[in-house]
């Protein structure tokens, strides 16, 4: 089979993209060091105005490394991050690498129950986190054994105006310094990994096949389950995104870190791409809007990566306050529809494309894109990325490949596709097939250009007389209404086996539930089969951090409602 007819999309990518990247020979840490040396003085990290050039972020990844070392952090060892985007986050994420040792990654807002369990899993005996989240690991039962909790103090990474205008007079920032550096009672204030010489050169480095991050992820079932990313997946996946971003220069671009670097799209896009471009990483700890336009006027951004409403939100505030966004050059949503409405505006404001791509925890993330070229199509999530092949397959038997065009799951196989689940044969057997193809539980068309549209995941289909009902279909319609703002559909088992269609939605504001005219509504625009049974109000429609509604827990919500 010649590469055309194994990869048809490749004609439709931007000129310039190869269809195939070099695959790395070197571990994150090779990338780090050449990062270091050819950076030197030019600015890595800012954060509220303050910066630190990559000399200066690779002595204190040096120092970090040997603090850990001391630590008595090993090769092999799982060391859990629970920080936010702040520049002790990078440090730490090259430090542990530096040693051989694992990064797992946490979300700081999780409450120790849902710690416990990750911490139960990948057993981590030392955590660096954010001081404020440093109490819910500390509440572990004895059972979870940790030897050290590392504290980060974020105010210690402001500039002094900064502090300033918090109310600490630079006179009194040397009396301060214990609260701002160990405010976490019981903890070993994060300054003391730096207080050490730098860990020797000559310190055995990872391989490019070793383990380097372990994920949590739901993965395409279940509870929470750890991902295993190994500095090959990482790198490679790196090496794809430079390849998709056709243009991009070295030490000419400016990231803004608004995705949250615990999750793998913002892991990959920040502190493997930003790094391995030498570019400038802005980091923001939460997306906020005016501090977003504050920074563009001394660092304007020229990759602007987020999910739909962050666009729309950003595109409207600086539209009220006069703020250009025309050094926007490369923009890529994820993890939810991008409605057309939303690329209008931000494309009228941008100063280049904004397009959709398509990822998951266990490809490193990124898998398909839209090209930065007339060629994108609005409404898909593009084409397979440089080096990654996929195929449409039987959801009940994948190695049956369905019709062109016909729905069906997708199927992706590359470098960046992860190595398993850690400690969890079982689910690994589920996702990642023999000959290397990962399942990744989304329902999906292909049309004859490779363009992809999802139409679901698998896992939430709802089965209701014997037809399938895709809950995002559903959605999309309930969306139409003009009293909906925003809709989830589950299923609600019956006893008589089967689903009944249950929609939450979430009511403009002022306006009640007219539950006969949305299913008349809806009754306009679906299949009989497919028209809710009962719609329910929610006021606040649980969402993840990234914005997309969880459909699990609006189950978990509604259903003991009815």
Known sequence: ????????????YQPGVPAEIELPT??????????????????AT??????????DLGDQVARAAEGLRRLGVRAGDRVALILPNCPQHVVAFYAVLRLGAVVVEHNPLYTSRE????????QARVVITWDK????????????KLDHVVSVNLLKAFPAAKRIAL????????????SLTSSAPGTVPWETLLDHAPLPTSHPRPGVDDLAVIQYTSGTTGRPKGAMLTHYNLYANALQGEAWMHGAEYRKEIFYAILPMFHAFGMTLYLTYGIHKQGLLVLFPKFEPGMILDAMKKSPATVYCAVPPIYERTALAAKERGVSLKSCRFCISGAMNLPDHVVELWESMSGGLLVEGYGMTESSPVALGNPFHPTRRNGTIGVPFPSTLMKVVDVD?????????????????????????????????????????LRTGDIVTVDAHGFTTIVDRAKELIITGGFNVSPSEVESVLRQHPDVVDAAVVGKPLERGGEMVVAAVELEPGTTLDEDAVREHCRALLAAYKVPRRVVVIDDMPRSLLGKILRKQVRDEVLPRL
């Open 167 to 178: 109310g600490l007079p630079i006179k009194k920032l040397r009396e301060t310094r214990a």
């Open 46 to 55: 800012e954060f509220f105005g303050r910066r630190t050039t990559y000399t």
């Open 133 to 144: 989240a440093a109490a819910a690991v500390q509440a572990f039962p004895a059972d979870v």
């Open 115 to 122: 710690l416990r369990h990750q911490f139960e899993d990948h």
């Open 1 to 12: 089979m010649t590469q055309t007819e194994q990869q048809p999309w490749v004609k439709n």
């Open 26 to 43: 070197e571990s994150l840490v090779a990338m780090f060091e050449h990062a270091v040396a050819e950076g030197g003085s030019h600015p």
């Open 397 to 437: 038997d994948p190695t049956r490949e369905v019709a062109p065009g016909e729905p069906g799951e997708l199927l992706l196989h590359g470098p960046q596709v992860f190595q398993g689940y850690w400690k969890n044969p079982e689910e690994t057997a589920k996702t990642l097939l023999p000959d290397g193809w």
